[in-house]
């Protein structure tokens, strides 16, 4: 028994490095000294009192997704609301079953009494990871006017199905958008690697070198969580000028 609670932590431990992209080091550290490695990780990376019971929950999902999409069936089974419903197609889209998700989202949709604001810029990604690009452009379309679009992941999302479509001045449009700065430093990363794709090299190192300068005053968790964004703008920026 205890030998699965030690590896369904290390399997925690190296999912969150992972998706905070962490440094890897963090990785040999939790597989080599997988209790020690693992209890120094959560301390000092994850651990404070009000995550707690997320992380015991994200723990139990990582070892076992189906049981989160159980449990989550089960509450939607007992009580169809939309909110029941948009957790599900969330869950869903977190472990990349995007059918699924694409059809508890459009059901969803069906609730005129809700603001879709929210399950369209879901609904959009799931389409966009399932290659139906005009689907994407489709949505965003309902959406494109709101307040909350603008400088959205949603309207990044846009601008990648446009250039897939090969509209790639709308596409430039869209992702320049995202060009904020102290934000969207992987989406920036993306942006500067079209533009040199599309031979605006000089604009391309612009942006890398916006997002190295300003990684020099990250939060330390900001640093942690883009560490490896930093590394790969400075090593794309080392390429264009040698």
Not at 101 to 107: D, G, Q, T
Not at 112 to 127: C, D, H, P, R, W
Request: hydrophobic fraction near 40%.
């Amino acid at each position: 028994m205890h030998y699965f609670l030690i590896i369904a932590l290390q399997a925690y431990c190296i999912y969150h490095v992972l998706k905070y992209r962490r440094p890897y080091y963090w990785i040999l550290l939790i597989l080599f000294l997988p209790v020690l490695g693992s209890a120094i990780y959560l301390i000092t990376q994850i651990y404070n009192r009000p995550n707690v019971n997320r992380i015991q929950e994200e723990i139990v999902s990582i070892v076992n997704p189906a049981k989160k999409i159980k449990d989550l069936q089960k509450r939607l089974d007992f009580s169809d609301t939309y909110q029941n419903r948009v957790d599900l197609a969330d869950a869903y889209l977190d472990i990349k079953q995007y059918d699924q998700a694409i059809n508890h989202y459009l059901k969803a949709l069906e609730d005129k009494a809700q603001n879709g604001f929210y399950v369209i810029t879901m609904l959009v990604e799931a389409y966009y990871y399932t290659e139906k690009y005009q689907e994407v452009i489709d949505y965003t379309d309902k959406i494109k006017n709101e307040h909350d679009f603008k400088k959205s992941r949603a309207q990044f999302i846009l601008g990648l199905a446009q250039e897939k479509l090969g509209d790639f001045k709308a596409a430039e449009s869209n992702l320049r958008n995202i060009d904020v700065r102290y934000s969207f430093y992987d989406e920036r990363l993306v942006l500067a690697k079209f533009l040199i794709t599309h031979n605006k090299t000089e604009d391309a190192i612009d942006i890398l070198e916006e997002i190295i300068l300003e990684s020099q005053n990250m939060t330390d968790t900001n640093r942690r969580l883009y560490w490896e964004t930093v590394q790969d703008a400075k090593k794309i920026l080392s390429e264009i000028k040698d």
